[in-house]
């Protein structure tokens, strides 16, 4: 539908602000922080922190390195975890930050400097209790824990030259929410009171709160350069 006269008016007397054409590294523009709680194949916890994930009604979307243990465990067990931790969990969340299940370490994650940990939920000091409709592991200490189940594992970006390493998108189905008493409204006790609630976030690698920065970030001492794959934007890459 064409713009009315009085929106192009307005268009042409609004102050227009200046906006440059960028090449990031990476566009990791501010999401919650979740860890994921998976069973090993010998029936260990693994604790994995990630935030590429968001939600639709009972759904979520979560975009993970394919060579992760994590993937790893998602691919043979078919569930998960979702713990979600405040934004007073970040020292938990920074001590695992660079390491790593799978042992020995992904060739790609060794040149970002990770290193193997059997225990994570001990290096992380959090504590793993079971599920009940699943075997992955909760951490006890997040306000918010979601029971899920694989739905559909595909590639992600396999075409895009701008992305370097192997992933993989994984559609989960929630089958049962677990919450602290002290983040619930007190007029609904199945609504999570947004005042009460305060998500961990990470912004281009850095720990957020709802506020300002809270925690420096060890992962983010890793260059970021280091991500940006050689075809530059809107180049494809040569097909001779």
């Not at 604790?47 to 994930?53: G, N, T, Y």
């Not at 969340?93 to 042992?103: L, Q």
């Not at 909760?138 to 992933?167: H, W, Y």
């Not at 970030?217 to 040569?238: G, M, N």
Request: proline share 10%; with cysteine; aromatic share 6%.
């Amino acid at each position: 539908m064409p713009a009315s006269k009085a929106t192009k008016d307005r268009a042409a007397s609004a102050p227009q602000p200046d906006a440059l054409s960028v090449d990031p590294a990476i566009l990791y523009f501010g999401t919650p922080v979740v860890l994921i709680g998976t069973e090993n194949e010998d029936g260990t916890p693994n604790l994995a922190p990630m935030s590429s994930a968001w939600w639709l009604g009972w759904g979520c979307m979560l975009g993970l390195n394919a060579s992760s243990k994590t993937s790893e465990n998602l691919r043979r067990s078919g569930e998960c975890v979702l713990n979600l931790p405040s934004a007073d969990l970040v020292g938990s969340v920074d001590r695992i930050a660079m390491t790593t299940g799978s042992n020995p370490v992904p060739r790609n994650k060794i040149a970002m400097g990770f290193r193997y940990v059997a225990d994570k939920f001990g290096l992380a000091q959090l504590t793993p209790v079971p599920a009940e409709a699943i075997r992955a592991p909760r951490a006890i200490e997040c306000p918010v824990q979601m029971e899920a189940v694989v739905e559909n594992i595909s590639d992600f970006g396999a075409k895009n030259p701008r992305i370097r390493t192997r992933l993989m998108a994984v559609e989960l189905r929630i089958v049962r929410v677990h919450a602290h008493p002290e983040i619930m409204m007190k007029s609904d006790s199945d609504r999570i009171d947004p005042d009460k609630w305060r998500p961990l976030i990470m912004s281009f690698r850095e720990f957020y709160g709802l506020g300002g920065k809270i925690h420096h970030s060890t992962l983010a001492e890793f260059p970021e350069s280091r991500f940006r794959p050689p075809v530059k934007p809107y180049e494809t890459p040569s097909s001779g």
